[in-house]
């Protein structure tokens, strides 16, 4: 019989634990789709810095991974995704996103194409089920893989001289592009992705080789003071980039309680993936109804004047009226502003008219805030070493 | 160019009844029918040369009266019932239970026909976009039932029936009875919940078993009357083009277009077969799977040499308590099948001429047994037995027996267990055949749910078509 056991350690730890746990000196670790996750491993404003001027190395391994392989499964994709999973060239990737039936929000995630009937699906939340149910009908297999693939997050500006002095030749590689390299008896899959808005890269490879990777990769970066990051550092970051996360900047369909929660790829900014043309998907008239009539909500990003951060504050039209609310929230030391992710019913969106109440907490005392805000342009930061190809050497 | 306004799929009773509401607004309608002849389930086929016998049902509770306005169909007088030997007319029954039963009958004959006029117009739905005023004379004329009797409903409408028979009549004939007739056709027992709704659906329909003169064959040729039906031809697919559909694409490989298609086929092979994943939401394709569709009767037809010493005219209920009913039922849930099948014999040929037969339902037949075959000798020679029994002498004027079990029927007549989805209360009104689809148009344009899956369900009315039918009409006038 199977000892039953596993209550004694609720989170599962992943293949890199090994070299992060001793690292982790604030021993500060959060829980993370069920697995251990580094929040910050001693000072988020040295692995903020460290994005935005050297190479940083954050563990991916908990993001969910499905794969999806058959004969139809680019049909298969056309029809579960937004976005025209068959346009994808085979090596590479693109951000997508897929709803339920209402055309409401389940995920958003990227798909990489490994070959012309072999993808791989990477998200933040768990979806076999409805994976499954969308593949009736489709010669597809989908089988989780989250454990069978471990995953590193290479970002910075000098993540492609810590490759390159790695062995890996990616300076041409294009962003949203993947390659393969051997590695020490199996190969490992580096695209040109990430979640900071900056010059980076994941590398993808077999849970066995996930130590000697970690070790190869410390030891040809040192020179770029290469470090780990937790997730506090990387937050700050996929703000400056306008990134959203599900279940923080929206409630995925499939777990909100409250009907009027839930939130569809128009009001999420994410009209643009949407690719009307493909034909049928799931949520295709749902979203075209929603065109015709109006989204009620819209996602904006927001400028707001001083240094505190607003995260989770009421924003009032007129200071009076309420009209939304952050769902995330920053001082951004690259832009030295004060930057908001927010949810604003979609009259506002323009943000005309629109305030902020923010209550800093003070020393056991609220000062309350009533600032006007800004709607501005996504991504708030946006540097052009992020595109340039070839990747810049320094 | 398509040649015609308006396709209907399968001529079954809902498929004729829409498309007689479809043609009286003046569409030009195409009945596609995959058998030789119109009729369905409702149909007539011979079983053994020379004979021949209803193919499924073989009586109706009675049509809607709006489509037997536009296509009468004449009628033999009520069938009386022989509940185990004790006859029944409606209200009146002998024995010593006669006040109980006219008391309990007329109670749930009045709750019954406050209930019938919701089968006649769209589902109700708690989300909004009803119509009002029908709603408000249905809710008023559930109002003047009073507070008592209206309590006296809310408390019926989700029992069990073996509880109302135990409480109400002490009879077991006419507790067998009641028993029967509400588990007709379900995938239920005496004893299972919301049992009872299911006679109070029966009483809705009508009062009593008729049998249409001429039989069954004659109610398909006079439902079909002034339509155009072509027999043998199987629809493969609706054909989808910009979302819409656009016409259907035959076995054959024939296209025939129209602009509206109307598909009294059961939901889920219109849905899964016909329209296919590509077409549709992930969502809806998977509820579409899990429609209930369960069943557990099993169709029974004898050619005799000649008809036995009975009242041959009667309806012939054998099911001696509501405790035989439940033990028929129970072997049903593991696959097996019962020893003393309950069921419900006519003798078509004492109405209309033609060589003596049987038919009957028998209940409960395995949906899903092991070994398909070897369920189907047990059903019948179980079945042959409780007649036999009933019918002394009946097995020695048997020339041939024949027994469609659910899965039978499914094959032959593409209704799963006989179903288009079980009337059970989880699926009725506007959870019928699916929350979503309870208005019978589909998501996609131009095709529409006309069959028995839809409100208010099948039982030889044509409801759900003339529904399917009024709710096309509304949307383009």
Same mark, same amino acid.
């Given at each position: 019989m199977t000892p039953l056991r596993h209550y004694e350690t609720p989170l599962r730890q992943t293949p890199f634990h090994a070299r992060t746990a001793p690292l982790n000196r604030l021993n500060r670790w959060g829980?993370?789709?069920?697995? %251990?996750?580094?929040?910050?491993?001693?000072?988020?404003?040295?692995?903020y810095t460290a994005i935005r001027n050297a190479a940083t190395v954050y563990d991916l391994c908990a993001m969910t991974k499905y794969r999806v392989t058959g004969r139809d499964a680019a049909d298969y994709l056309n029809r579960l995704t937004v976005r025209n999973a068959g346009k994808l060239a085979v090596g590479g990737v693109q951000y997508t996103a897929w709803c339920d039936d209402a055309g409401k929000l389940l995920d958003d995630g990227t798909l990489f194409r490994h070959g012309p009937e072999d993808y791989l699906i990477c998200c933040q939340e768990r979806h076999l089920p409805w994976l499954l149910d969308s593949a009736i009908g489709f010669d597809v297999q989908v089988r989780e893989v989250t454990e069978e693939i471990a995953a590193l997050s290479l970002q910075g500006p000098c993540s492609a001289s810590v490759l390159a002095a790695a062995g890996f030749d990616i300076w041409n590689l294009k962003p949203f592009r993947m390659a393969e390299f051997p590695f020490q008896g199996g190969k490992?899959?580096?695209?040109?992705?990430?979640? !900071?808005?900056? *010059?980076?890269?994941?590398?993808? $490879?077999?849970p066995a080789l996930a130590l000697p990777l970690w070790d190869h990769l410390f030891t040809a970066g040192a020179p770029w003071g290469?470090?780990? @990051?937790?997730?506090?550092?990387?937050? *700050?970051?996929?703000?400056?980039?306008?990134?959203?996360? !599900?279940?923080?900047?929206? @409630? #995925?369909?499939?777990q909100a309680l409250r009907e009027d929660r839930v939130r569809s790829p128009l009001e999420m900014g994410l009209g643009w993936l949407i690719d009307w043309e493909k034909g049928q998907f799931t949520g295709r008239r749902a979203l075209a109804a929603e065109r015709v009539r109006g989204s009620d909500?819209?996602?904006?990003?927001?400028?707001?004047?001083?240094? $505190? +951060? &607003? &995260?989770?504050? @009421?924003?009032?039209?007129? %200071? /009076?009226?309420?009209?939304?609310?952050? !769902? +995330?929230?920053?001082? +951004?030391?690259a832009l030295k502003a004060s930057l908001a992710l927010a949810q604003v019913p979609a009259r506002h969106a323009e943000g005309r008219n629109l305030w902020v109440e923010i209550y800093a907490l003070r020393e056991l005392q609220y000062v /309350?805030?009533?600032? #006007?805000?800004?709607?501005?342009?996504?991504?708030?930061?946006?540097?052009?070493? /992020?595109?340039?190809?070839p990747a810049g050497r320094v | 160019m398509p040649s015609c306004d308006a396709l209907v799929l399968g001529a079954g009773v809902n498929g004729l009844a829409c498309a007689q509401r479809l043609q009286q607004a003046g569409r030009k309608v195409l009945v596609l029918e995959a058998a030789a002849q119109p009729g369905g389930g409702a149909g007539e086929a011979e079983f053994f040369p020379g004979f021949r016998a209803p193919a499924l049902a073989h009586a109706t509770m009675g049509l809607d009266p709006r489509l037997a306005k536009v296509a009468p169909v004449a009628m033999h007088? =009520?069938?009386?019932?022989?509940?185990?030997?004790?006859?029944?007319?409606?209200?009146?029954?002998?024995?010593?239970?006669?006040?109980?039963w006219a008391d309990l009958h007329a109670r749930l004959t009045r709750f019954a026909q406050v209930l019938a006029p919701f089968r006649r117009m769209p589902a109700p739905h708690p989300g909004g976009g009803n119509a009002l005023i029908p709603l408000l004379k249905r809710g008023l004329a559930l109002k003047a039932l009073g507070r008592d009797e209206l309590r006296e409903l809310m408390r019926l409408i989700l029992i069990n029936v073996h509880d109302v028979a135990e409480d109400e009549l002490t009879d077991p004939r006419l507790q067998g009875l009641l028993a029967f007739d509400a588990t007709l056709g379900a995938w239920l027992g005496p004893r299972s919940p919301n049992s009872l709704i299911l006679y109070l659906d029966r009483l809705a329909r009508g009062p009593a078993p008729l049998m249409p003169v001429g039989g069954m064959g004659a109610l398909a040729q006079a439902l079909a009357k002034g339509l155009e039906v072509r027999c043998n031809a199987r629809v493969a697919r609706v054909l989808i083009e910009s979302e819409r559909a656009v016409g259907v694409v035959?076995?054959?490989?024939?296209?025939?277009?129209? =602009?509206?298609?109307?598909?009294?086929?059961?939901?889920?092979h219109t849905l899964h077969d016909l329209v296919g994943a590509r077409a549709l939401d992930a969502g809806l394709h998977r509820r579409a799977g899990h429609i209930r569709m369960r069943g557990a009767a099993a169709k029974l037809h004898l050619a005799l040499s000649a008809l036995p010493e009975t009242d041959t005219k009667a309806r012939h209920v054998i099911a001696p308590s509501s405790d035989a009913v439940e033990r028929a039922f129970n072997p049903v849930k593991y696959g097996q099948v019962p020893e003393a099948p309950v069921m419900e014999v006519v003798f078509p040929s004492a109405h209309d001429p033609g060589p003596p037969v049987l038919s009957a339902i028998v209940q409960y037949a395995p949906h899903a047994p092991s070994d398909p075959d070897a369920a189907r000798a047990q059903m019948l020679s179980n079945s042959l037995k409780v007649l036999e029994d009933h019918f002394p002498g009946l097995r020695s004027l048997t020339l041939h027996a024949e027994l469609l079990m659910p899965q039978d029927i499914h094959a032959r007549y593409g209704l799963p267990d006989w179903h288009h989805g079980e009337l059970a209360v989880e699926q009725m009104l506007f959870n019928r055949p699916l929350h979503g689809l309870h208005r019978h148009a589909t998501p996609v344009d131009g095709l529409w749910l006309a069959g028995a899956g839809g409100h208010?369900?099948?039982?030889?009315e044509g409801a759900a078509g003339w529904n399917a039918a009024e709710a096309i009409l509304e949307a383009r006038p």
């Open positions: 829980p993370w789709a069920g697995w %251990q996750a580094a929040l910050c491993f001693g000072d988020v404003d040295m692995e490992i899959t580096i695209s040109r992705t990430g979640f !900071t808005g900056d *010059l980076g890269y994941e590398l993808w $490879v077999d290469i470090r780990p @990051i937790g997730t506090e550092a990387l937050d *700050l970051a996929r703000i400056e980039a306008g990134f959203l996360i !599900t279940n923080l900047d929206f @409630i #995925p369909a499939h909500w819209a996602f904006v990003g927001l400028d707001i004047p001083g240094n $505190v +951060s &607003a &995260a989770g504050s @009421i924003l009032y039209h007129n %200071q /009076k009226t309420e009209a939304g609310m952050v !769902t +995330s929230a920053a001082w +951004s030391p /309350k805030l009533m600032l #006007p805000v800004r709607v501005v342009e996504r991504p708030f930061f946006n540097p052009a070493r /992020k595109r340039a190809t | 007088p =009520p069938l009386v019932t022989l509940a185990n030997g004790l006859r029944v007319v409606g209200v009146v029954a002998e024995g010593p239970d006669a006040a109980r035959l076995t054959s490989g024939e296209e025939i277009r129209a =602009p509206l298609i109307a598909s009294a086929l059961n939901p889920r208010p369900g099948g039982g030889i």
